[in-house]
Nanobody, 122 residues
Framework: QVQVVESGGGLVQAGGSLRLSCTASGRAGRSYAVGWFRQVPGKGREFVGCISWNGGRTYYAASVKGRFTISRDNAKKTVYQQMNNLKPEDTAVYYC???????????????WGQGTQVTVSS
């Protein structure tokens, strides 16, 4: 079993920055692709971005490209999502998820964290 835990959410003003962290633990020697999704009340989970298991490839939703950057440190089993120039429409619960490969849909991931709230005030 793999445990996935997000951290780093909070309240920030528009134009500000936050860095989310995602730690996946439980299977020694195994690295997963990690995706980030976000969800607002009444809507499904929206793909934000993903990083391949070795960090060689990253993918981003058009809405965040150029503002968000995903990186990873496999020695620490941690993936980071740096979010710059945040906008009120970025307000959501952010989830990270681990899976075999990057996927644009939530069903492509096996393990999920509990989510962390990001609120951007105008």
């Amino acid at each position: 079993q793999v445990q996935v835990v997000e951290s780093g959410g909070g309240l920030v003003q528009a134009g500000g920055s936050l860095r989310l962290s995602c730690t996946a633990s439980g299977r020694a020697g195994r690295s997963y692709a990690v995706g980030w999704f976000r969800q607002v009340p009444g809507k499904g989970r929206e793909f934000v971005g993903c990083i391949s298991w070795n960090g060689g490839r990253t993918y981003y939703a058009a809405s965040v490209k150029g503002r968000f950057t995903i990186s990873r440190d496999n020695a620490k089993k941690t993936v980071y999502q740096q979010m710059n120039n945040l906008k009120p429409e970025d307000t959501a619960v952010y989830y990270c998820a681990a899976g075999e490969n990057c996927d644009y849909v939530a069903e492509g991931y096996e393990y999920w964290g509990q989510g962390t709230q990001v609120t951007v005030s105008s």
